[in-house]
């Protein structure tokens, strides 16, 4: 069992016949550590923070939650593709998180202020 990326790939480069169990692997699929996620083949398997595919997902349970929601920003890896769109009707602003300073850029984007009225 191994914790991490480093860890994975090092195990991973260092046997192809015993067994590795990962955890907190962003992207395995990526990094050449599984086939899939429903079948990882080889001898790597384990548990991801989140599957990407799902994230198309979220901008229509934040309109469920708040139908009056017209943009929304999505702290994102920029080195991770983003695929999210909105058919909703959404305004979608990417944000990039390569570090501290990114974020600290990003949400501070005149475009990331909530104008709020009472």
């Known amino acids: 069992m191994c914790i991490g990326s480093y860890a994975t790939g090092a195990l991973r480069d260092a046997t192809r016949s015993l067994p590795i169990v990962f955890q907190a692997v962003p992207d ?8 899939n996620l429903a079948h ?11 599957e990407y595919g ?3 997902k979220w901008p229509g349970l ?3 939650v708040a139908p009056g ?15 999210i769109t909105s058919s909703l009707g ?18 501070t984007r005149p475009a990331c202020r909530i104008a709020v009225s009472s």
């Open 28 to 35: 395995p699929v990526a990094a050449g550590y599984v086939a």
């Open 40 to 50: 990882p083949g080889g001898n790597a398997t384990g548990f991801v923070f989140m």
């Open 54 to 56: 799902v994230s198309g």
């Open 62 to 64: 934040l309109k469920e």
């Open 69 to 83: 929601l017209k943009r929304v920003a999505v702290l994102r890896d920029p080195a991770i593709a983003s695929g």
């Open 90 to 107: 959404l305004e979608i602003i990417p944000l990039g998180m390569a570090d501290a300073a990114e974020i600290e850029r990003s949400i």
